[in-house]
């Protein structure tokens, strides 16, 4: 069993849709937590960093749940430009800052 | 301001050939991680060092090494390449050494092992 599993998708939304991704860890030592977003071959970029009380930025919501041991993505009103993959991703602690573990990624898009 | 530059951007190689990448951190961060990318996966980490010593390794072979320089910058050797080891290569920098802290990824080393 992978450490961070997703649904790779892809997601086929229209624009304007709202879309949600979850993702779940198996180690509950985990200590942060993160959305990344990949164009295609291209390097990952932090989309925003995820906290118990749930956090918005703009259009994007994420939430953790650490007693389910999973995290959640929403996208609302979908643009042509949301379309990419998003990684979630979880840092397993112990003050190893590099050490992120990803998920496979889901693949969302977002179609005129 | 330059952000992280990886070196070269596209790499040929055969098996059995031994390969240097090169990863020249966002000035002022001390910390460089790698990771390795196969298609249709998220990046697996290789390594990271803080402050040129080697802080955390991932579950790669020892074919697998890396050094940090005084000025930061680091390389990624691999050596002996298997066909698996093709792969996109990040290499990503931090500001300091810590949980929180947030990481900005190079736009990668694309290796192919023929």
């Known amino acids: 069993r992978k450490e961070v599993e997703q649904d790779p998708g892809p997601f086929n939304v229209p624009e304007g849709a709202t879309v949600a991704f979850n993702c779940t860890y198996s180690?509950?030592?985990?200590?942060?937590f993160f959305w990344y977003r990949q164009d295609c071959r291209k390097e990952p970029k932090l989309l925003m960093s995820?906290?118990?009380s749930g956090n918005e930025d703009g259009r994007f919501t994420a939430q953790l749940n650490r007693a389910s041991q999973y995290i959640s993505l929403l996208i609302r009103d979908s643009k042509l430009s949301d379309s990419a993959t998003y990684l979630c991703?979880?840092?397993?602690?112990?003050?190893?800052?590099?050490?992120?573990?990803f998920g496979q990624g889901t693949t969302l898009q977002v179609k005129p | 301001d330059a952000g992280v530059t990886q070196s070269p951007t596209h790499l040929i190689k055969t098996r059995g050939q031994q390969v240097t990448l090169r990863c020249s951190p966002i000035?002022?961060?001390?910390?460089v991680s790698w990771y390795q990318q196969v298609l249709g996966q998220g990046p697996q980490f290789i390594f990271q060092?803080?402050?040129?010593?080697?802080?955390g390794r991932g579950n790669f072979p020892d074919r697998f090494s890396a050094r940090q320089f005084p000025n930061y910058s680091s390389e990624l050797n691999v050596n002996a390449l298997l066909l698996g080891d093709s792969a996109l290569y990040l290499c990503?920098?931090?500001?300091?050494?810590?949980?929180?802290?947030?990481?900005?990824f190079g736009s990668g080393t694309q290796l192919s092992v023929l």
């Open positions: 990503a920098s931090s500001l300091r050494y810590g949980i929180n802290e947030k990481l900005f």
């Open positions: 180690n509950s030592a985990s200590q942060s």
């Open positions: 995820v906290y118990s």
């Open positions: 991703v979880v840092n397993r602690g112990s003050g190893n800052t590099g050490k992120l573990i």
């Open positions: 000035s002022g961060h001390k910390s």
């Open positions: 060092y803080y402050e040129k010593e080697e802080r």
